[in-house]
């Protein structure tokens, strides 16, 4: 099993973010400097995680983004597994388009997602409220609704939430809070091959994050 936390990632990065693009952070003990040196970021800040006390999360506005060479892990893989706290400062307003929150995908491409996102819908794939979905496409896919899994459940602004999304080779799984919302077959033998990066953010919402887990095995 290939297991990538982002955990200690999050709490190191809260000691150096800043508004520069493309100053690279520092490495994480015991990570290769292409799984956390390779990063560009743009207004991320530290803030208060989950636990209330400890300065573990991070923080984006609706232009911060930190992209992560992590994307390259999921070049070709059969299963995956993403887990995340997520707390949504804003909700946003009625659009057509996914707020991106952690997806792998091509930036200057304005159709998301590219290969997969963990997103926020408000209006798109005919939500009436915010909701989470999880897209996988491929590398050469647009914005499909054909292509999610969408939550039933309301997303709260304000309140930490655990989601997760898993590709187990056959079908696409979402959950909140430990509850199975989403579920839906997708048979697709492998991820394409690619080196996008993983980027958080670029949702043009206010959210934060705390201990993200990326596993390349779903569990």
């Known amino acids: 099993m290939k ?4 955990t200690a990632l999050l709490a190191l990065l809260a000691f150096s973010c800043s508004a520069n693009k493309t100053t690279p952070a520092p490495a994480v003990a015991g990570g290769t400097s292409e799984e956390t040196n390779a990063l560009a970021r743009n207004e991320v800040l530290s803030v208060i995680g989950r636990d209330g006390q400890s300065k573990t999360a991070l923080a984006f506005n609706p232009s911060s983004y930190l ?3 992590y994307g390259g892990k999921f070049a070709q893989v059969r299963s995956f ?5 997520l707390k949504i400062d804003s909700l946003p307003e009625k659009s057509a388009m996914p707020h991106n929150l952690i997806g792998k995908f091509n930036a200057k491409d304005a159709a998301l997602p590219s290969e997969f996102s963990l997103s926020l819908l408000n209006g ?3 939500t009436e409220v915010p909701t989470f979905a999880f897209f996988l496409t491929d590398e050469n896919s ?3 609704c054909k292509q999610a ?3 039933k459940e309301p997303v709260k602004a304000g309140s930490w939430i655990l989601v997760k999304a898993k590709w187990d080779g056959r079908y696409l799984t979402l959950f909140q809070d430990g509850v199975t919302v989403a ?3 997708k048979i697709s033998p492998v991820l394409p091959y690619s080196r996008l990066p993983v980027y958080l953010g670029k949702s043009q919402i206010s959210f934060a994050i705390d201990g993200l887990s990326l596993n390349t095995e779903a569990l």
């Open 149 to 151: 899994v969408l939550s």
């Open 81 to 85: 597994e993403i887990s995340a706290w």
């Open 3 to 6: 297991k990538f936390l982002f």
């Open 124 to 126: 798109a794939c005919g």
């Open 67 to 69: 992209a992560s060479e």
């Open 142 to 144: 647009a914005f499909d």
């Open 183 to 185: 579920r839906e077959e």
